[in-house]
């Protein structure tokens, strides 16, 4: 992913837009506003951007002012050596992720019971390599692909479905800094 892309995504209300329509099939901008909490105005202008760098297409539908999007391409991968724009990135992806996460965590308890046991958090601490460590982050992202038709077909979801979010980080461990 080239700078000016990741600089594009860099931004709370397309990172939420990206996230809706990986949840469903197509949306317009009026309702994935409703959804995320903005102006169709400003959602639509972020729609466009996003179309602009090959996120999400519009579909075409017909006559009508009916302006559906949906997703082109759900996979977002940079690395830190990808430069300023990849940190950049990756400090508004985190700030994202952790906000959701506080959140959710908050109301775990009002849960079901089924859903209390499958979900919680782990850690794992592992000796890799660079190499190694490439081929655990893609062996993970092979296992979760096989859920990822499911995203964008209601049809593929079993009737207990529910969007489950895993966010995995890798990095150094540095015992010390926490």
């Given amino acids: 992913m080239d700078a000016r892309t990741m600089r594009a995504l860099a931004h709370p209300t397309r990172l939420a837009l ?21 102006s169709p105005t400003n959602c639509a202008f972020h729609l466009r951007t996003l179309g602009r760098y090959g996120f999400v297409e519009e579909i075409d539908t017909g006559p009508g002012r009916r302006r559906p999007w949906r997703i082109k391409q759900a996979d977002i991968r940079f690395s830190d050596a990808d430069g300023e ?33 499958a979900l919680g958090g782990s850690q794992t601490i592992v000796y890799a390599t660079p190499d190694e460590t490439r081929q655990l ?40 800094s926490s």
């Avoid at 979760?144 to 969007?163: G, I, M, N, V």
């Fill in 18 to 38: 990206l996230e809706v329509l990986n949840i469903h099939p197509s949306l317009t901008a009026t309702e994935a506003s409703e959804l995320i909490g903005i």
């Fill in 85 to 117: 724009a990849a940190g950049a990135l990756a400090d508004v992806m985190l700030d994202h992720w952790l906000t959701r996460v506080r959140a959710v965590q908050a109301r775990r308890h009002s849960l079901p019971a089924e859903w209390q046991e």
């Fill in 137 to 176: 982050v893609e062996d993970l992202r092979t296992v979760l692909s096989r859920y990822a038709d499911r995203a964008r077909d209601p049809d593929q979801r079993p009737d207990a479905a529910e969007p489950v979010e895993m966010l995995v980080f890798t990095q150094l461990f540095d015992a010390l």
